[in-house]
């Protein structure tokens, strides 16, 4: 069974700085994906970003980056330049390639973006 | 940009009634999912479905819990008679192909359902 685990359940950050939201993973499949996905206050899951686990090259989306370290089971997210907007729970997970797979999530960040 | 519905927002019902939660996934997607997120919990995977079968379903989706596609653009979750434990949001997502991203799954913005 796969895990994912979030250690850090809140962070804040000021507006316009950079800030890193941590996640680790146990499996033992060797093809896989990594999602960010973001949970403003409406609670829409949204989609952040995705990392294709056999590609080395870490994913980008304008402000937000990926470091993803295979051999450490680690996916962490950097938002730089912060915005207000970017206040929401952000949840990693984890999805064995396929299709029609089950995504399984971490416990959650709350991050708060200060102005 | 297409998106994944869901309705109702909102559903408030009494312990023991049958509630059906409805979606429509993006047009041209094959794989349909159903989560649930208890308040201040993590999202946990219900079912997945595909080829109007059941794919994979995690423990939570007893015969309590069933799925369909009536047609070919809705996609339901049917709780047949519902307990207090029930009460969560309820999130459908819907995944490929498209764009050659057929393993993103997009999630609709949910149902809370609320059992008396």
């Known amino acids: 069974a796969q895990t994912v685990t979030q250690s850090q359940p809140e962070m804040s950050v000021q507006e316009a700085e950079t800030v890193t939201l941590s996640c680790t993973y146990d499996?033992?499949?060797?093809?896989?994906?990594l999602f960010w996905y973001k949970q403003p206050p409406s609670r829409q899951m949204i989609l952040v970003i995705r990392?294709?686990?056999?590609?080395?090259q870490n994913a980008t989306e304008n402000r937000f980056s990926v470091n993803f370290q295979k051999a450490a089971k680690s996916f962490s997210l950097k938002i730089s330049d912060s915005q207000l907007g970017d206040t929401a729970m952000y949840f990693c997970?984890?999805?064995?390639?396929?299709?029609?797979?089950?995504?399984?999530f971490g416990s959650g960040t709350q991050l708060t973006v200060l102005p | 940009e297409p998106e994944v519905t869901q309705t109702p927002s909102h559903q408030v019902t009494q312990m023991g009634q049958e509630v059906i939660l409805r979606c429509v996934p993006i047009?041209?997607?094959?794989?349909f999912y159903w989560y649930r997120q208890i308040l201040g919990q993590k999202v946990e995977f219900l079912v997945s479905?595909?080829?109007?079968?059941?794919?994979?379903k995690s423990e939570i989706f007893d015969d309590q819990f069933s799925v369909e596609r009536p047609d070919g653009s809705n996609f339901t979750l049917k709780i047949r008679s519902t307990k207090l434990e029930d009460s969560a949001m309820y999130f459908c997502?819907?995944?490929?192909?498209?764009?050659?991203?057929?393993?993103?799954?997009?999630f609709g913005p949910g149902t809370r359902l609320t059992v008396l």
């Open positions: 997502a819907s995944s490929g192909p498209l764009a050659g991203r057929s393993d993103t799954q997009y």
């Open positions: 499996t033992s499949e060797n093809n896989y994906y």
């Open positions: 990392q294709e686990a056999y590609k080395q």
């Open positions: 997970a984890f999805m064995i390639s396929g299709s029609a797979r089950q995504l399984t």
């Open positions: 047009s041209n997607h094959l794989y």
């Open positions: 479905f595909y080829n109007n079968e059941i794919s994979e």
